[in-house]
C-alpha cells in the first residue's frame, strides 16, 4: 500500500508534556466504531485516509467492539499493510473482559495478562502508549503504577497513562510514581467538550504541573456536536440510531438541542461546521496535547482535519461560547 508523500505537510504535531513524543493535534479512536456497527472494509478506508491526512495515533482499548476485543483484532489485521514505524498505538485496560475477580480493574495480574491478549489480538510485539483505563477503588494506586512501569521495562509498552482520573486522584498516581522511581505517566485521557468543561477546573492544572500530556475524548459529544442531531432526529445510520436505541431519545434532550442550536450558530459565523468548532475549542488550550474523533465515514475524517485551518477565536466569540457552555458539568451522555 502506497500513501501520500505529503502525508506530513498539513497535519499539527504537538509535544505530549515533557517528552520526546509527538501526537497529532487529531487522533482516531476505535470506540463504538470499528469491529462494532462499522466494517473492516470502511475500518481500513478511515484508517488509510487518516494516515494520508497526517493522523499518526490510533486509539484502542482491550473491551472496544463486539464482542470485546474485535476492535483490536479488525484493526491490528490493518496495520499489517501500514508503516509500524509511523504510527502510535495505544491501548487500555481497567474495564471487565473475563469472568472472575482478574477480569477487570487495575490489578498487575489484569493488566499484565490484558495486555499480552491485546498484543496477540493486534499482531504486535508492543503498543507505543498502554492506560490504565479508569480508576481503580480498590487496587492500591502503588501497585498499579508498578504494573505499568513492568510491561514498560519487558518493552511491551514504551509509555503509559491513565484515562478519566479525576485531578486529585491523578495527582496522587503522580507522587507514587515520583516516589518509587517508576516511569512516567505520560499522558492523560479525560472526557472533555464544551459539554463537559469539568477538567478545567478539576485536572489541567495537574497535568501541567506534572508535564503530562492531555488526550481528550468525547469531544465530539457522542455526535451531539456536530450536524447530525440539529434537527432532532435519530439518522438510522447514525451511532445513536445504530447502537443506543431507546437511550438516545433520552440523551438527544431538547435542552441539550437548544443549546447545540446555539454553539451551531457560532460556527456557522466563522465559517466552519459544529464538529470542526467543537475541535478547534478544545485545541484552544495549550495543555490538549491531541483530540479524539471517531470516523464511521471518510469525509467525517476529512470534515475535522479541515477544523486545524481555523484554531483561533476571537474574545467576543469565546465569550459567547461561555455564556452556553460555562459551568457545564456532568455530559447528559455519560
Same mark, same amino acid.
Given at each position: 500500500?502506497?500513501?501520500? &508523500?505529503?502525508?506530513?505537510?498539513?497535519?499539527?504535531?504537538?509535544?505530549? =508534556?515533557?517528552?520526546?513524543?509527538?501526537?497529532?493535534?487529531?487522533?482516531?479512536?476505535?470506540?463504538?466504531?470499528?469491529? @462494532?456497527?462499522?466494517?473492516?472494509?470502511?475500518?481500513?478506508?478511515?484508517?488509510?485516509?487518516?494516515?494520508?491526512?497526517?493522523?499518526?495515533?490510533?486509539?484502542?482499548?482491550?473491551?472496544?467492539?463486539? &464482542?470485546?476485543?474485535?476492535?483490536?483484532?479488525?484493526?491490528?489485521?490493518?496495520?499489517? /499493510?501500514?508503516?509500524?514505524?509511523?504510527?502510535?498505538?495505544?491501548?487500555?485496560?481497567?474495564?471487565?473482559? +473475563?469472568?472472575?475477580?482478574?477480569?477487570?480493574?487495575?490489578?498487575?495480574?489484569?493488566?499484565?495478562?490484558?495486555?499480552?491478549?491485546?498484543? *496477540?489480538?493486534?499482531?504486535?510485539?508492543?503498543?507505543? %502508549?498502554?492506560?490504565?483505563?479508569?480508576?481503580?477503588?480498590?487496587?492500591?494506586?502503588?501497585?498499579?503504577?508498578?504494573?505499568?512501569?513492568? %510491561?514498560?521495562? *519487558?518493552?511491551?509498552?514504551?509509555?503509559? =497513562?491513565?484515562? @478519566?482520573?479525576?485531578?486529585?486522584?491523578?495527582?496522587?498516581?503522580?507522587?507514587?510514581?515520583?516516589?518509587?522511581?517508576?516511569?512516567?505517566?505520560?499522558?492523560?485521557?479525560?472526557?472533555?467538550?464544551?459539554?463537559?468543561?469539568?477538567?478545567?477546573?478539576?485536572?489541567?492544572?495537574?497535568?501541567?504541573?506534572?508535564?503530562?500530556?492531555?488526550?481528550?475524548?468525547?469531544?465530539?459529544?457522542?455526535?451531539?456536536?456536530? @450536524?447530525?442531531?440539529?434537527?432532532?432526529? %435519530?439518522?438510522?445510520?447514525?451511532?445513536?440510531?445504530?447502537? +443506543?436505541?431507546?437511550?438516545?431519545?433520552?440523551?438527544?434532550?431538547?435542552?441539550? $438541542?437548544?443549546?447545540?442550536?446555539?454553539?451551531?450558530?457560532?460556527?456557522?459565523?466563522?465559517?466552519?461546521?459544529?464538529?470542526?468548532?467543537?475541535?478547534? +475549542?478544545?485545541?484552544?488550550?495549550?495543555?490538549?496535547?491531541?483530540?479524539?474523533?471517531?470516523?464511521?465515514?471518510?469525509?467525517? $475524517?476529512?470534515?475535522?482535519?479541515?477544523?486545524?485551518? /481555523? $484554531?483561533?477565536?476571537?474574545?467576543?466569540?469565546?465569550?459567547? %461560547?461561555?455564556?452556553?457552555?460555562?459551568?457545564?458539568?456532568?455530559?447528559?451522555?455519560?
Amino acid at each position: 500500500m502506497e500513501f501520500s &508523500p505529503t502525508r506530513y505537510d498539513n497535519m499539527q504535531y504537538r509535544r505530549c =508534556g515533557r517528552s520526546g513524543l509527538m501526537l497529532p493535534a487529531i487522533s482516531l479512536g476505535a470506540y463504538e466504531t470499528y469491529g @462494532s456497527y462499522v466494517g473492516e472494509d470502511v475500518a481500513r478506508a478511515c484508517l488509510y485516509r487518516a494516515f494520508d491526512l497526517g493522523i499518526t495515533h490510533f486509539d484502542l482499548a482491550n473491551n472496544y467492539g463486539v &464482542p470485546p476485543g474485535n476492535a483490536e483484532i479488525m484493526v491490528g489485521n490493518i496495520l499489517k /499493510s501500514m508503516p509500524r514505524d509511523e504510527l502510535i498505538i495505544s491501548t487500555k485496560a481497567g474495564w471487565r473482559m +473475563w469472568p472472575g475477580p482478574y477480569g477487570e480493574w487495575l490489578s498487575k495480574k489484569y493488566l499484565v495478562a490484558s495486555l499480552d491478549q491485546s498484543l *496477540q489480538r493486534l499482531g504486535l510485539d508492543y503498543v507505543d %502508549i498502554y492506560y490504565a483505563h479508569r480508576p481503580d477503588p480498590h487496587t492500591p494506586l502503588e501497585e498499579t503504577m508498578e504494573a505499568l512501569d513492568l %510491561i514498560v521495562r *519487558q518493552g511491551k509498552a514504551l509509555y503509559v =497513562g491513565v484515562s @478519566s482520573f479525576s485531578g486529585a486522584h491523578f495527582e496522587e498516581a503522580c507522587k507514587v510514581v515520583e516516589r518509587r522511581g517508576l516511569s512516567h505517566i505520560l499522558i492523560h485521557q479525560p472526557h472533555y467538550s464544551m459539554l463537559d468543561r469539568r477538567i478545567e477546573w478539576d485536572l489541567l492544572d495537574h497535568t501541567k504541573r506534572n508535564g503530562t500530556g492531555v488526550i481528550t475524548f468525547g469531544s465530539l459529544g457522542a455526535g451531539l456536536l456536530t @450536524s447530525k442531531y440539529l434537527s432532532g432526529d %435519530i439518522p438510522e445510520d447514525s451511532r445513536a440510531g445504530a447502537l +443506543w436505541g431507546e437511550r438516545a431519545k433520552s440523551r438527544i434532550t431538547p435542552e441539550v $438541542l437548544t443549546k447545540v442550536r446555539a454553539l451551531n450558530d457560532i460556527a456557522a459565523r466563522r465559517g466552519q461546521t459544529l464538529a470542526q468548532m467543537a475541535i478547534a +475549542w478544545v485545541l484552544r488550550l495549550p495543555e490538549i496535547t491531541s483530540v479524539l474523533v471517531g470516523a464511521s465515514r471518510v469525509s467525517q $475524517l476529512e470534515e475535522n482535519v479541515a477544523a486545524l485551518s /481555523s $484554531l483561533e477565536f476571537s474574545p467576543e466569540e469565546l465569550a459567547e %461560547i461561555d455564556a452556553i457552555t460555562a459551568g457545564y458539568g456532568p455530559s447528559p451522555l455519560r
